[in-house]
């Protein structure tokens, strides 16, 4: 999707930030001066080990059934430099609109816990599932630098979509170099059976 503020072709973040040549820069959950990152993990979920998903900055997943895992997957960044909160946000959703059979049901721009955010969710096909998908990109400036957030949600369209609502529900950021305040969130578009 191309916007007045955004690049001139419906790029992905990455693509944008190598194209700009930005360096992202995979933070982990004990770096010291980035930001906290927490969501909600519901019951009968668990933490995956991270040595098994490198650069993430953690997973979260259910036991499998059919060969599918729900899964809920954080990523933190830090950019090598600043760069335009609403330009590179205007290319969070390329990378879903990618997806195979991809069919959007929302999106969002604005703010999220306070920070510059975008979100997107939709349903796409991977033979013989349908799964529908939250992403959401939110940028936090911090002293020690410019993070990017990405909380991917990922579970089978035939399930209830509480997991995944309170997945979402749940995610907050903490800046270790600003007093904190709580500012609620909003919940997604659950998947409807």
């Not at 729900?70 to 205007?90: H, I």
């Not at 604005?110 to 599932?129: D, H, N, V, W």
């Not at 990017?148 to 609502?165: F, K, M, N, S, Y």
Request: a negative charge; charged letters at 20%.
């Amino acid at each position: 999707m191309t916007s007045a503020t955004g690049p001139q072709e419906s790029l992905t973040i990455a693509e944008y930030l190598d194209a700009a040549d930005v360096v992202a820069e995979p933070v982990e959950p004990d770096t010291d001066g980035a930001p906290v990152v927490s969501i909600g993990v519901p019951d009968g979920w668990q933490r995956m080990a991270a040595e098994s998903f490198p650069g993430a900055y953690g997973v979260w997943a259910k036991a499998p059934e059919d060969g599918w895992a729900d899964n809920a997957v954080v990523l933190v960044v830090r950019l090598s430099r600043p760069m335009d909160p609403e330009t590179l946000l205007a290319c969070g959703f390329t990378d879903a609109r990618r997806l195979p059979v991809w069919e959007e049901l929302d999106t969002h721009t604005g703010r999220f816990g306070g920070y510059p955010s975008a979100a997107i969710t939709g349903t796409y096909a991977i033979s013989p599932l349908t799964l529908w998908a939250y992403n959401r990109y939110t940028i936090i400036e911090s002293d020690t630098g410019q993070y990017l957030v990405q909380l991917t949600v990922t579970i089978r369209a035939d399930h209830e979509g509480t997991d995944a609502a309170a997945v979402v529900a749940g995610l907050s950021f903490t800046d270790p170099s600003v007093p904190q305040i709580s500012i609620p969130n909003t919940n997604p578009t659950p998947p409807q059976p």
